[in-house]
């Protein structure tokens, strides 16, 4: 049982056709606004942790899936991937990125 007192969880949008297509039938329902941002944040933690968990070979697709729900929840936010970007580019202008490895200690 999830924080919404249902259980299940959500699935990407072809899942219950593939079931089918496999020869069962699927039980689902249309979670509400509320419940689905709330599934996507749960699933965005679900793939970080399959990617965290992954190797090498198997990361690449793992982080494919985090990029997904976080393409979900910026629609959901009423942010297109463009919009996006835009955020992430600004916010790597002013305070970088992580491309020199930079490992922070603290102060003097």
Do not use: C
């Not at 959500?10 to 689905?36: C, F, H, K, M, N």
């Amino acid at each position: 049982m999830n924080r919404w007192g249902a259980y299940g969880k959500l699935v990407r949008d072809r899942i219950p056709q593939i079931i089918r297509e496999d020869g069962a039938e699927p039980v689902t329902y249309t979670a509400s606004p509320e419940e689905y941002r709330n599934r996507l944040r749960d699933k965005l933690g679900e793939e970080i942790a399959e990617f965290l968990e992954a190797d090498d070979a198997k990361a690449p697709e793992e982080l494919a899936d985090v990029l997904e729900v976080v393409h979900a929840l910026a629609a959901d936010l009423g942010i297109d991937r463009d919009q996006l970007e835009k955020i992430r580019e600004a916010k790597a202008n002013e305070r970088g990125g992580f491309a020199d490895r930079v490992v922070w200690t603290g102060n003097r």
